[in-house]
């Protein structure tokens, strides 16, 4: 490109004779002069032009690397938002069980449970969750027995609702879920752990007053015949006592199930039946109390439930009292619980109670002792023993009254 310039220039200054003729050698001096500068200038330029090209180019390469590595991040960020909107929990429990009825030949069986369940939290604060467990469609365990040859495992499902928390204190449920209402130390005089209500529910916690409402289906579709609407309310304070805390629940539920064929197994487990069918509704009263302090610097509760049955005429009502020392919460913590129980045959809904204590269902009493062990925040090994439970009072009468019963598990468990 100088070279154009400068020939340019040169034509235009030298192009005629005339102008040659009329410059002296002073004048052609300093135009030579002015045409070198002029040479530098253009040296000049072109230098700092092809530093502008290399620094276009180097540019250019660093916003394409930056657009990579935004879109990089751009998808970790959604693959991170995805991890945030959805949780995952479970656990897994292998057992160890032995038994021992009267008149029967003793009873030994390694059993597992897994379970594992997933929450994705959506806009409007809505959660919707999945969940699966081991063993098959018994309404109150998820438990499966080892052996068949080591045959495949039964996994069903176990949670399929979704929760609308319409604000910070209170919240609505639908599909099934699991049990939202309080239990003192968590016991199951009348609802199994495993137990999960299928319905619609409703909570509000106000912090010192709480309440919960719970609509379960026994069964929901009409073309069977025994379709049953079942439902609860709970209310319940939780009172500071100086150092201690209490909690206290009463509650009201009606079940309406006489005249109703059993709902699972053919079995009314502990209820009075006639012909084939319930003799009675569950329409029950309950209340509960967890007495809550602390003893050589450890967590003490003292606990209770009692129920009955406003519809049976005998055998109707239903208590437990207990007392629980320590938390195995962690490496080296531990836990020990008593509890006396008595559970008559009309007192609650046998299909939904205890599946372990007395046989399981009603129309049992005695001594449960548990115990426990941590060996890190998500392990723990324990022990149950049913003690000298009597099962059948009512249901046994005939045949020379109830039955001695004991059972006794050992547990390890895993949390994540």
């Known amino acids: 490109?100088?070279?154009?310039?400068?020939?340019?220039?040169?034509?235009?200054?030298?192009?005629?004779?005339?102008?040659?003729?009329?410059?002296?050698?002073?004048?052609?001096?300093?135009?030579?002069?002015?045409?070198?500068?002029?040479?530098?200038r253009l040296n000049t330029l072109e230098q700092e032009?092809?530093?502008?090209?290399?620094?276009?180019?180097?540019?250019?390469?660093?916003?394409?690397?930056?657009?990579?590595?935004?879109?990089a991040v751009k998808k970790s960020s959604e693959a991170a938002s995805w991890a945030d909107r959805i949780k995952m929990k479970g656990d897994f429990r292998y057992r160890y069980e032995s038994i021992d009825i009267e008149g029967r030949s003793d009873r030994e069986r390694n059993r597992i449970r897994a379970r594992a369940a997933f929450v994705a939290s959506l806009p409007s604060d809505v959660d919707v969750g999945l969940g699966f467990a081991s063993g098959g469609d018994d309404p109150v365990s998820s438990n499966q027995t080892l052996g068949g040859g080591n045959s495949t495992k039964d996994l069903r499902l176990d949670l399929a609702y979704a929760k609308w928390n319409v604000t910070e204190d209170a919240n609505l449920m639908a599909g099934k879920f699991s049990n939202p209402l309080y239990r003192p130390q968590k016991t199951a005089l009348m609802w199994d752990g495993d137990w999960r209500?299928?319905?619609?529910?409703?909570?509000?916690?106000?912090?010192?007053?709480?309440?919960?409402?719970?609509?379960n289906w026994l069964e929901s579709d009409t073309r069977k015949g025994n379709?049953?609407?079942?439902?609860?309310?709970?209310?319940g304070a939780k009172l500071a006592l100086g150092s201690a805390k209490l909690t206290a629940t009463l509650g009201y539920y009606d079940f309406p199930t006489a005249g109703n064929e059993s709902y699972y197994d053919d079995d009314f487990f502990g209820n009075s039946s006639i012909d084939g069918v319930y003799e009675f509704n569950y329409e029950m009263v309950e209340?509960?109390?967890?007495?809550?302090?602390?003893?050589?610097?450890?967590?003490?509760?003292?606990?209770?439930?009692?129920?009955?049955n406003q519809d049976a005429d005998d055998f109707d009502t239903g208590w437990l009292l207990g007392a629980k020392i320590g938390k195995a919460s962690g490496r080296g913590t531990w836990q020990f619980a008593?509890?006396?129980?008595?559970?008559?045959?009309?007192?609650?809904?046998?299909?939904?109670?205890?599946?372990d204590f007395a046989g399981g269902g009603t129309d049992g009493k005695g001594h449960r002792l548990a115990g426990k062990v941590g060996i890190n925040k998500s392990w723990n090994v324990g022990f149950t023993w049913f003690l000298d439970n009597e099962a059948g009072e009512k249901n046994l009468a005939d045949a020379g009254g109830a039955l001695d019963y004991d059972r006794i598990m050992i547990d390890t468990q895993f949390k994540y």
């Open 1 to 40: 490109m100088k070279k154009l310039i400068a020939v340019a220039v040169a034509g235009a200054v030298l192009g005629s004779t005339q102008a040659v003729a009329n410059v002296s050698e002073a004048e052609f001096d300093q135009l030579r002069a002015d045409m070198m500068a002029l040479t530098q």
């Open 49 to 71: 032009n092809a530093k502008l090209k290399q620094m276009t180019s180097v540019t250019t390469q660093n916003l394409e690397v930056a657009q990579t590595e935004l879109s």
């Open 197 to 215: 209500p299928e319905g619609v529910a409703a909570g509000w916690d106000g912090g010192m007053l709480f309440g919960n409402f719970i609509g």
């Open 227 to 235: 379709d049953e609407f079942a439902w609860g309310l709970q209310g």
């Open 287 to 308: 209340v509960g109390a967890d007495l809550g302090l602390s003893l050589f610097d450890m967590p003490f509760n003292v606990y209770g439930n009692y129920v009955q």
């Open 338 to 355: 008593y509890q006396y129980q008595d559970l008559e045959a009309d007192a609650v809904l046998g299909l939904l109670s205890d599946s």
